[in-house]
């Protein structure tokens, strides 16, 4: 069992910086890949970011060189440092989380209930 409790979500004009974060409290759960997803008014849900275990990150063509995706064990907690916002860019932010439970193995992903961040022109 995962809970994601994500923060720093807000209001910010074009240019500006905000700072993400996703605390997870898990319970006989190992996490693997943590990532960030938007999703835009009318439109689909979409891949921000991903970093892995091993510190691999992916990012989204339209985020590439703006935002940051980190990580932090103990609490687990992952991070999306966005930088020069853009009007685009504002949508719900969700973090999610891929693992494996302890005794079963099995893969499953747990979703936040989601950010909003809103960047003005």
């Known amino acids: 069992q995962v809970q994601l409790v994500e923060s720093g979500g807000g209001l910010v004009q074009a240019g500006g910086s905000l700072r993400l974060s996703c605390v997870a409290s898990a319970n006989t759960f190992t996490i693997n890949t943590w990532a960030w997803y938007r999703q835009g008014t009318g439109q689909q849900r979409e891949l921000v970011a991903r970093?892995?275990?091993?510190?691999?990150?992916l990012y989204a063509d339209p985020v590439k060189g703006r935002f940051t995706i980190s990580r932090r064990n103990a609490p687990d907690t992952v991070y999306l440092q966005m930088n020069s916002l853009k009007p685009e860019d504002t949508g719900v932010y969700y973090c999610?989380?891929?693992?494996?439970?302890?005794?079963?193995?099995?893969?499953?992903?747990?979703w936040g209930q989601g950010t909003q961040v809103t960047v003005s022109s």
């Open positions: 999610n989380v891929d693992g494996q439970g302890y005794y079963t193995g099995t893969y499953r992903s747990y």
């Open positions: 970093i892995s275990s091993r510190g691999s990150t």
